[in-house]
């Protein structure tokens, strides 16, 4: 079946540090893939998605390719701060009518000042 | 606009008591669904459903029951607490392929 692979944490970084948190999958036919953030105590939100190859999605100064080839949509950022300190889901979703969401099992970073 | 709304935030069962979670929608989606989010295993499906009158299992149904009257409400059913039911819950509804989340119910069974 569908799978996603995230890199394990806790990441910690320093602010301004550059973010790569990994993610890989394995799914039959062309699923779009998305990055969801968690903050602490609340529910998910929907950082950035990509529904094609090649597409890149962004959001807030993180960015995620669509690589076909490598079945991975790796989430980016440049500059992270402080307040980037959440959990981070990669998720995907395939075929037609309910897709069903299949999450990775989350990535916490933690950014210190 | 409230998006998605979940009740209660808390909630303490004892084992064998029951409950119902409920979420509420105001989007006008037709797709909605449950989830558990237990330590190092991310989100996992319960129960889901892809319109009023239409529900169907996900991938951990057992112990759980939904129902689908109208398109804003998607309640769960929890028929016989088990500690192993303690978990936060989420409820989410959907466009074509984008989730919005409730705030969630942290749910402890003793």
């Known amino acids: 079946g569908d799978s996603v692979t995230q890199m394990e944490g806790p990441v910690t970084l320093s602010e301004e540090a550059f973010l790569t948190i990994n993610c890989t999958y394995t799914a039959t036919g062309y699923p779009s893939l998305f990055w969801y953030v968690q903050y602490p105590g609340e529910g998910l939100q929907l950082l950035l998605k990509?529904?094609?190859?090649?597409d890149k999605g962004s959001n807030k100064g993180f960015e995620a390719t669509y690589r076909k080839e490598t079945t991975s949509f790796h989430l980016e950022k440049g500059s992270v701060q402080v307040s980037d300190s959440a959990v981070y889901f990669c998720a995907l979703t395939g075929g037609t009518g309910f897709q069903k969401l299949v999450f990775g099992t989350g990535t916490r970073l933690l950014v210190s000042p | 606009n409230a998006g998605v709304t979940q009740t209660p935030k808390f909630q303490v069962l004892k084992t064998g008591q029951s409950m119902t979670l409920q979420c509420a929608q105001d989007?006008?989606?037709?797709?909605m669904s449950w989830y558990r989010q237990d330590p190092g295993m991310g989100l996992r499906l319960i129960h889901y459903?892809?319109?009023?009158?239409?529900?169907d299992q996900g991938e951990v149904p057992n112990g759980y029951n939904v129902s689908r009257s109208t398109t804003e409400d998607f309640p769960l059913r929890l028929l016989s607490a088990a500690p192993s039911q303690t978990s936060v819950y989420f409820c989410?509804?959907?466009?074509?392929?984008?989730?919005?989340f409730g705030p969630g119910t942290r749910l402890t069974v003793l």
């Open positions: 990509a529904t094609k190859a090649d």
């Open positions: 989007m006008n989606h037709e797709y």
């Open positions: 989410a509804s959907s466009d074509r392929d984008t989730r919005f």
């Open positions: 459903s892809v319109g009023a009158g239409i529900t």
